[in-house]
Nanobody
């Protein structure tokens, strides 16, 4: 199963974008879909995740209250609604599949099948 990110673009600070993560097929079994972002020279930052088992959601402090993760099972798609965007949100955003580890759901270690990502650029 492949996961493809889309929805990135250029937006002014304070604006919104909705990223999509579309799976090529239904993903069986318990798993997590995470959203990560990375800028050149920096580590990948886990910003949000959602559990397939019970829909539990997790957020990094840096995006809490501004970003919302959701899923649409009928479309095998996970979304990341990003509001009140800031220049520091500029990055390539990825949505890998992984193991849901509630104690540390945003660690890249638990995830694999990284796609090409989608670029988000927030201008000041």
């Amino acid at each position: 199963v492949q996961l493809v990110e889309s929805g990135g673009g250029l937006v002014q600070a304070g604006g919104s974008l909705r990223l999509s993560c579309a799976a090529s097929a239904f993903i069986a079994g318990d798993h997590a879909i995470g959203w990560f972002r990375q800028t050149p020279g920096e580590f990948r930052e886990g910003i949000s995740a959602i559990s397939s088992k019970d829909g539990s959601t997790y957020y990094a402090d840096s995006v809490k209250g501004r970003f919302t993760i959701s899923r649409e099972n009928a479309k095998n798609t996970v979304y990341l609604q990003m509001n009140s965007l800031r220049p520091e949100d500029t990055a390539v955003y990825y949505c890998p599949r992984g193991e849901m580890v509630p104690a540390s759901p945003l660690l890249p270690l638990w995830y694999n099948d990284w796609g090409q990502g989608t670029q988000v650029t927030v201008s000041s």
